[in-house]
């Protein structure tokens, strides 16, 4: 996804796991030996698989107005908003170095791939618009390589590394549960993470500004407000991004619901489309 440093951010999570001992508590009483109280489970973070599943839903009903996020690998055009070819599961963009990236990665994993031959182009349009020695095969070769499951793999690691893993630590350094951790992963995803206001550390910033997260002792719900208020800030500030549906609709619903843990049923809506996970 395209971000001021690529010039767009919810993996595998722990899944909860309840033991009863029912047998051993009984035994114990007889024998007088003092009961164990069982901690309540952790809640799942974003990284449980199934709560990754579900934030590579939420992003891909934003980005592509589907739920089918594995349909996009193949995904590729020029949307117009100055980053030259946005692409795959993610929005790997050619103007903004994480596309070069991605082809980089495959090729170092897969030499004389079909993208191979574009890394001298895709080095040269980095920071620009531009096309030039993309065209005209580009999309077609970029589609062809998304039917081979290493360049698959290679956009699933790519995403994790740059988007997923970077929004799933800070969010629980901050000490937020699901919700939040999507809420990071959403805006670094859209914004990336550079050093521009708009950036995520820079949202973030804003948000400190006016509420602490439950790591620093405040209220999850309240900072998680004030994360969102400065997200839709970032988004008003450049008209690609001016249409704030996914946080107005879609996380704000959650958040207003109490769902800090991301737990289905979920329902939203993305620019007037509505979704359901079950």
């Known amino acids: 996804m395209s971000h001021p440093d690529r010039e767009s951010v919810p993996t595998p ?8 001992v029912i047998g051993a508590v009984a035994s114990g009483a007889l024998l007088s030996v003092p009961r164990a109280v069982a ?15 579900i934030a590579m839903k939420l992003v891909s009903s934003a980005e592509n107005s589907s739920l089918d996020w594995k349909a996009q690998y193949k995904y590729i055009e020029d949307i117009g908003d100055g980053r030259g070819y946005t692409a795959g599961i993610i929005g790997f963009c050619s103007g903004t170095g994480d596309m070069l990236d991605l082809v980089q990665l495959y090729t170092d994993r897969k030499p004389g791939n079909v993208l191979a031959k574009y890394l001298p182009a895709l080095r040269r349009v980095n920071g620009s618009d531009s096309h030039d020695g993309l065209d005209p095969d580009f999309p077609k070769d970029w589609r062809k390589a998304a039917q081979d499951t290493a360049f698959q ?6 995403r994790d590394r740059v988007y997923f893993n970077p929004a799933v630590k800070q969010g629980k350094a901050d000490g937020l549960r699901a919700l939040g951790q999507f809420t990071y992963y959403d805006a670094i995803v859209m914004h990336g993470d550079g050093d521009d206001p708009t950036s995520f550390r820079n949202i973030r910033k804003r948000a400190l500004r006016s509420a602490k997260p439950p790591a620093q002792g405040g209220d999850e719900t309240t900072y998680l407000g004030a994360f969102l208020d400065a997200r839709v800030w970032a988004m008003k500030q450049e008209e690609a991004h ?3 549906t996914r946080v107005d609709t879609e996380q704000r619903v959650f958040l207003r619901k109490g769902n800090l843990d991301l737990n289905p049923p979920l329902d939203w809506k993305v620019y ?7």
């Open 272 to 278: 007037g489309d509505s979704y359901h996970i079950g």
């Open 242 to 244: 001016s249409d704030t």
């Open 153 to 158: 793999q290679a956009q699933n690691d790519e």
């Open 39 to 53: 901690k309540p489970a952790a809640a799942s973070g974003l990284d449980d698989p199934a709560k990754k599943e």
């Open 13 to 20: 999570l722990s899944r909860r796991t309840v033991v009863a």
